[in-house]
């Protein structure tokens, strides 16, 4: 029951434009950074934005990364088969000296 | 090359204990925050442990008490002693590198499977 809620899934067809949800609270997302993780299936998380809408290097930039108050939000332009994957957020939980992440979404490339 | 490469997993019984490896290699382990993050067969992520570079510690109540991350920058390695395990702590545990304690997971192991059961 994590404290970072994410629909459970999101599709499109190559080229379209996804757009994942992210939403916390005060005293998570409201006053920490957030970061994005893909799983790509049968492999360990990657890093995909890191402190709300930065890209590590190879990232391409067709992924982004905002927030707004206590919510977060990852965009894919340009979608790709190869985007196909789960995608969460993250952020640390000062009250609970911990790190959440979210429920996680399923990225489906129809 | 960059790695983290995990050991010590497999089957143990409930209450039972084990002892997670994860050795790093190709980058100054002593310099980085580390931490523990599993996931359940089918399930999401749950960070469990993070250790900083001056040995500050933290834990997910799910395994306070229970759990106890180390390092051995020596031997550029990281621990994780499990005990009074559960069927809930089945999962894969990664550790992952973390840069400056700021949970920006940069770099990640393939894990490693914990299966609690009878």
């Known amino acids: 029951q994590s404290v970072l809620t994410q629909p459970p899934s999101a599709s499109g067809t190559p080229g379209q434009r996804v757009a994942i949800s992210c939403s916390g609270g005060s005293s998570n997302i409201g006053s920490e950074y957030v970061n994005w993780y893909q799983q790509l299936p049968g492999t360990a998380p990657k890093l995909l934005i890191y402190?709300?809408?930065e890209r590590p290097s190879g990232v391409p930039a067709r992924f982004s990364g905002s927030k707004s108050g206590t919510s977060a939000s990852l965009a894919i332009s340009g979608l790709q088969s190869e985007d196909e994957a789960d995608y969460y957020c993250a952020a640390w939980y000062d009250s609970l000296r911990a790190y959440v992440f979210g429920t996680g979404t399923k990225v489906t490339v129809l | 090359e960059v790695q983290l490469v995990e050991s010590g997993g497999g089957l143990a019984q409930p209450g039972g204990s084990l002892r997670l490896s994860c050795a790093a290699s190709g980058f100054s382990f002593s310099n980085y925050g580390m931490d523990w993050v599993r996931q359940a067969p089918g399930k999401g992520l749950e960070w469990v442990s993070y250790?900083?570079?001056?040995?500050?510690?933290y834990y997910a109540d799910s395994v306070k008490g229970r759990f106890t991350i180390s390092r051995d920058n020596a031997k550029n390695s990281l621990f994780l002693q499990m005990n009074s395990l559960r069927d809930g702590d089945t999962a894969v545990y990664y550790c992952?590198?973390?840069?400056?304690?700021?949970?920006?997971?940069?770099?990640w192991g393939r894990g490693t499977l914990v299966t609690v059961s009878s």
């Open positions: 402190n709300n809408n």
């Open positions: 992952a590198r973390d840069p400056q304690g700021s949970r920006d997971f940069d770099l």
């Open positions: 250790i900083g570079t001056s040995n500050d510690i």
